[in-house]
Each structure stands twice: as C-alpha cells, then as structure tokens.
C-alpha cells in the first residue's frame, strides 16, 4: 500500500546578528505591573532572571531588517537546502504575531500579508503559489506545518513552504523585566508530499485550545512605566499563569500526538519544544517523560538554543531544527528514522504537537 507522506526535505533559519546580553538590561528601569519601581538591584535582578529563563543572550534584528525580510532571507536557505524550484511551491504559510514593525515606531504592518510581502521577495511569479499568513501565538509554525500535512494529504497541495518570524525587539516595553525574555528570528522549512510504502515525515498532530480566562495570559497593554502614554501598547504576559497552563496540558497534548502515532514512546529521540522558558520546558518534558515512563531524561531528548538565541516565539522550534540538522547544536543530532517531537504553546492559549519520523 502507496502512502502520502508530508515531508521536510529541507531547512533553513535567519539568526540575526546583533547580540544583546543580559548586562545590557542594566540600564533600564524596571516597574511592577501596579507601576511601581522595582527597588531590588538591577544585578540580582538579571540575575534571577537567568536562573528561571536560561537565557544568557538573545538576538535582535537590524534596524532596518522587518520580520518579512528575514523570514525570506530563512526561506531562502530551505528553497536551497531541499533543492527545488521556488516556481513549484504551491502554498507559502508564515506565522507570526505582529506583522512587519518598523524599528522606532511600535505600529503592526500586515497589509500586505506576510506571506504575500515573502512571495514578492522571493521573486515567485506563479499564480498557483498561494501565500497566506498564521496568527496562532508562539505554536504558529507547528500549525502551519499542520496546515500544509492536511493540504497534501487530501490532494490540494504537494510542496508548502512554512515560516516563522518575528521581531518582538520592536514591541517589548522597556521598563518590564519580562522585555528580557523575547528575541527576533525566522525558521522555514519545505514540506513536500513524498509517496512511499512506507510512513514518515509527520505520523500525527494533536492541538488544543483553551479562551476562558486563558486568552489573555499573553496580550498587549501599557507600559509599566507610571508616565507612559496609555494608548501605547506592548507584549504583556502572565508568566507564573502561563507556567501553570503549560505543565498541566502540554504535557497532555503530547501524549494525545504520540498514542494518535501508534509510536511506542521509547523510541522518541528527540523532543523539540518552543524555547519558552528553560525552567518551563524542562518540567514539562520532564512531565511527559513521567507521564509515557519514557526511560531517558530532559537533557537527552531535548535540545535548547534559548540561552544564545533567547524566546523568538514562532522562530524557535524551525531554528532550532534547522540548527540541529545542520550540526550546529552541541550534542544532539537527528538520523534517518529519528522518531522526533514537535510542540509548543502560547497566545490564545493554544497548544500543539506533532510526531515526526525522519
């Protein structure tokens, strides 16, 4: 029996070049949410940030770089890495969450869509290569990887091309600590139908949502500085909220993905997870390890970049596959029939997953 597999035949990432390190930060001022000033020195307050988060470092577009320019510059690298003609992609999926923000202003750009402005700058003349965009928070590329398993598997499409990009330097308040978690970056990956006798590329997919309270864990406010202008909104999040959402139904949602796949949990060899939050990600890969009674801990099924490269929503999980495909990621590596994990969560509250055999 012949199946329609939805395959990554290739990857490629845009990891911007401006290094901003965690003593940068020290400059700033920080208030709590009530608007009062953080009296706690702005050392142990880096400090404390480094020991939860992980981050060390994180990566900011230039200036004059908008998050379609970069999410081009990653396709790029993916149309070359899988070897195909840019002329017979059929669909150009790019999920973000604010569009093209030009540096010094704070204003969302989405018209044209994202998609459409990646077409334009990869020079794509055909008419039959349709590009739209994804607004699912931080999940949006496994989402569109989703999206574009379901277009091939019923016939519509047979190449997809899925981005992820975003520059959240632009829409950060400076006077909120957590403005030292989020980065910019683009990931994009080729997923073309294959036909085989066998099954791989993605076995399954689970996601969940849920928008009672939880919907506006993440969403845009003021600033916390007491004389900001309270028209000017920013990225806000309820961290500790967000924390206890995301152990108790990621975890969950994974192991709905991986009995979907049939896949006997040992043989996951890899997890690779939104670079969230390192303390976050470990507790509920360490969660779902419990939960599958997998025999093998955090540090070997689940790579990490979010130490350089800091919390790039939608960019994370492409970047770092492509990272590791590409052997950059320091002890871990993917072989032919690697049964791998995709998930993530984030705004909406959504949450996603994908079991994947290379």
């Known amino acids: 029996m012949m199946h329609v597999n939805s395959v990554i035949t290739g990857t490629g990432s845009y990891v911007p070049n401006v290094k901003v390190s965690n003593e940068e930060f020290a400059r700033h001022t920080f208030f709590n949410k009530d608007e009062s000033a953080i009296d706690t020195l702005i050392d142990e307050v880096i400090s404390k940030f480094k020991d939860i988060t992980g981050i060390e470092e994180r990566r900011y577009a230039n200036d004059e770089q908008s998050a379609s320019q970069i999410a081009a510059l990653a396709a790029k690298q993916a149309i070359s890495n899988a070897g195909i003609d840019r002329e017979t992609i059929d669909q150009i999926i790019v999920a973000h969450n604010f569009g093209d923000v030009p540096k010094g202003t704070i204003q969302t750009d989405i018209l044209p869509s994202l998609a459409s402005r990646v077409k334009n700058l990869l020079k794509i003349k055909s008419t039959s290569c349709?590009?739209?965009?994804?607004?699912?928070?931080?999940?949006?590329?496994?989402?569109?990887?989703?999206?574009?398993?379901?277009?091939?598997?019923?016939?519509?499409?047979k190449r997809c091309l899925v981005i992820g990009a975003e520059t959240l330097s632009r829409v950060i308040d400076k006077h909120d600590r957590d403005c030292m978690i989020f980065a910019d970056g683009a990931g994009a990956a080729i997923i073309e139908a294959v036909e085989s006798d066998q099954k791989f590329g993605v076995l399954s997919t689970a996601m969940m949502s849920h928008t009672e309270q939880e919907a506006y864990y993440l969403y845009l406010g003021k600033s916390y500085h007491p004389d900001a202008d309270s028209k000017t909104r920013y990225i806000k999040m309820d961290g500790r909220k967000i924390y206890e959402y995301s152990l108790v139904n990621v975890p969950e949602?994974?192991?709905?993905?991986?009995?979907?796949?049939?896949?006997?949990?040992h043989k996951i060899k890899k997890i690779i997870i939104h670079q969230a939050n390192e303390k976050m990600d470990e507790a509920i890969v360490t969660r779902f390890i419990r939960k599958c009674k997998i025999n093998a801990s955090p540090a070997e099924l689940m790579p990490m970049s979010i130490r350089e490269l800091g919390n790039s929503s939608v960019a994370t999980?492409?970047?770092?596959?492509?990272?590791?495909?590409?052997?950059?990621?320091?002890?871990?590596?993917?072989?032919?029939?690697?049964?791998?994990?995709f998930a993530s969560v984030g705004a909406g509250m959504n949450i996603n997953a994908i079991v994947y055999k290379q």
Do not use: E
Not at 318 to 327: E, G
């Open 253 to 265: 949602a994974m192991k709905v993905a991986l009995d979907k796949s049939g896949i006997d949990a």
């Open 317 to 341: 999980i492409p970047t770092l596959l492509d990272l590791i495909l590409k052997n950059k990621i320091d002890n871990h590596r993917i072989a032919k029939n690697d049964i791998i994990m």
């Open 130 to 157: 349709i590009p739209y965009d994804i607004l699912f928070g931080c999940p949006g590329w496994i989402q569109g990887v989703i999206q574009a398993d379901s277009y091939i598997k019923s016939g519509m499409a």
